[in-house]
């Protein structure tokens, strides 16, 4: 089945400055790659995704890289600000249709 | 923000006793998912409908056991509740089960005592 691996486990960052956040996965038929936000007492929320037939996807300060041959994709958050820190998951659909999580980034943004 | 809701909320209750959590969406999706968040915020899948039917059935204990009366709904029901429970339970749903976008239910807060 589908093993996800999410790194770092916690990133601290000062306020404008970049977050990177990357994850791998194992199943080669994996083909949909999103994204979820969680803050403290919240549910999840998606936040971006991207399918296998794109290498790159970009949504104002959020953007997502994914190389398919390396079997890895990562998120990357620019100029942060306060309000962006949460705990993010990366997620991979297998071959079953499942959605696997990895285990999620605690993002803390110190202004 | 309604979109999928679930309750109860929270819910404390004794070791041993049989409770039921209940999710609806009003998106008109045809997948609903229910997932256990842990302590370490671990997010696992347990159980997956399409259609009213069972498609994804985890490695869960047989105390749980899910129940769709259409396509708007999926209950879960825990049996003999045990402390290993106690975690947050979230329901999910989607317009198909691959490459397809899941929204959350805001979560049920399960302590078991």
């Known amino acids: 089945g589908e093993n996800v691996e999410q790194h770092p486990s916690t990133l601290s960052v000062q306020e404008g400055d970049s977050a990177v956040i990357k994850c791998t996965y194992s199943?080669?038929?994996?083909?949909?790659f999103p994204w979820y936000k969680q803050e403290l007492g919240k549910r999840p929320q998606l936040i971006i995704d991207?399918?296998?037939?794109?290498g790159e996807k970009k949504d104002q300060r959020i953007a997502v890289t994914l190389n398919k041959t390396a079997k890895h994709f990562s998120l990357h958050i620019t100029e942060t600000q306060p309000e962006d820190s949460a705990v993010y998951f990366c997620?991979?659909?297998?071959?079953?249709?499942?959605?696997?999580f990895g285990a999620g980034t605690q993002v803390v943004v110190t202004p | 923000d309604t979109a999928v809701s679930q309750t109860p909320k929270y819910l404390v209750t004794q070791m041993g006793n049989d409770k039921s959590i209940k999710c609806e969406q009003n998106?008109?999706?045809?997948?609903m998912y229910w997932y256990k968040q842990d302590s370490k915020k671990f997010l696992k899948i347990m159980f997956s409908?399409?259609?009213?039917?069972?498609?994804i059935n985890e490695t869960v204990p047989n105390r749980f056991s899910p129940k769709s009366p259409d396509k708007a709904h999926l209950n879960l029901h825990i049996n003999s509740l045990e402390l290993g429970d106690s975690a947050v339970y979230f329901c999910?749903?989607?317009?198909?089960?691959?490459?397809?976008?899941?929204?959350f239910g805001p979560g049920t807060r399960l302590l078991v005592l």
């Open positions: 999910a749903s989607s317009s198909r089960t691959r490459e397809e976008t899941q929204y």
């Open positions: 199943d080669s038929a994996s083909n949909y």
């Open positions: 409908y399409n259609n009213k039917e069972l498609i």
């Open positions: 997620a991979a659909t297998d071959s079953w249709g499942k959605l696997q």
């Open positions: 991207i399918r296998s037939n794109v």
């Open positions: 998106l008109g999706h045809d997948t």
